[in-house]
């Protein structure tokens, strides 16, 4: 289908069920069939896959990747739009629709996620998958978010969150996405992004220290390292001595934060 058919579809549906979409629940609905023949591709299905869609909508999507797998688990928060779907895919008997919010529903196994989800819940979502086993997920976000993801070391995009993902997953940019594939269109252009998970390429003894020291650090990051570093360390119970001499001691401590690589 054209993009006007997808388009003229889901305005047709907004008349009919008299729906306004939620700024609050993100809905931007993708209506560019070919951005979503694309979105499906990347994820090289098979009939053995088990897919989970963050946001069914009006079910564009969730109907192209019954057909490429062996089930999709669909998730949708917005009670309008589940009873529409319930009808709409009441014929696909590999479509299990869960109505709530993907942040706090028990979710059954899946092996690839494939989705276009609201922007506004893009970090979370993120983190909440890779606590999954699952081989890819294959997003449109948000461009900016998405170069965050993949930001090279002392890039302008480079900080906390692309540490923090680059421990846990590969991440690679597939193709851009322009605002008016959408409707209603949002206020910012996107980016097909694809998430592979794997084992943490460096040993870290404390996940929990860790992360702590990533968030500190990154909160200042055009400190150099020992200065971000001491506040923290005081907070550990160090004496202002003990703390400078450990940050002293870090063979990067002159370094500017922005300038740490991941390892």
Known sequence: MERINLLRRAKHLFRLYGFFPKKRLGQNFTVNSDI???????????KDDIVLEVGAGFGFLTQLLSRECKK????????RLVNFLRKQLHSLR????????????SIPPFNKVVSAPPYSISSPLLFRLLERKFKCAVLILQKEFAERLAASVGSKDYGRLTVTIYYRADVELLDYVPRNMFYPPPDVDSMMVRLKPRAPPFQVDDEETFFEVVRTLFTQRNKKVRNALIPFLRKREMTGKEAVELADSIVYSAKRVRELAPE
């Open 94 to 105: 590999n479509v299990d629709l869960i109505e709530g919010d993907i942040l706090k529903v």
């Open 72 to 79: 999709v688990i669909a998730v949708e928060v917005d009670p």
């Open 36 to 46: 979503l023949q694309r979105l499906v591709s990347f994820a090289s299905l098979t």
